[in-house]
């Protein structure tokens, strides 16, 4: 089993900056593959950043040049910078797990935190 558990989240002014910390535990962090996900009111679950085991990393179009993923496996933790926020990045957003290797699929990811929220205000 993994456990996942997200903080950082909040309310901020569109154009702001949050950063989002996932600490994770049960597994061997460093083999694992670490996902951030978020799902607006309404919508479907959307993939918006991951970094593999060996710190490649891939994002969703909508937010590359905005956020970026980092993991620190000293301390068993994923991050995810949040700059230039937008009104349509306000959402729950969940950090996920999976061995080794990233993808953008969630349904590729057996491990899931309970979320936080981030809202972006105008």
């Known amino acids: 089993q993994v456990q996942l558990v997200e903080s950082g989240g909040g309310l901020v002014q569109a154009g702001g900056s949050l950063r989002l910390s996932c600490a994770a535990s049960?597994?061997?962090?460093?083999?694992?593959?670490m996902g951030w996900f978020r799902q607006a009111p309404g919508k479907e679950r959307e993939f918006v950043a991951a970094?593999?085991?060996?710190?490649?990393?891939l994002y969703a179009d909508s937010v590359k040049g905005r956020f970026t993923i980092s993991r620190d496996n000293a301390k068993d933790t994923v991050c995810l910078q949040m700059n230039g926020l937008k009104l349509e990045d306000t959402a729950v957003y969940y950090c996920?797990?999976?061995?080794?290797?990233?993808?953008?699929?969630?349904?590729?990811?057996?491990?899931w935190g309970q979320g936080t929220q981030v809202t972006v205000s105008s």
């Open positions: 970094i593999s085991w060996s710190a490649g990393t």
């Open positions: 049960g597994r061997t962090f460093s083999s694992s593959a």
């Open positions: 996920a797990a999976r061995p080794l290797v990233a993808v953008t699929s969630p349904a590729m990811y057996p491990y």
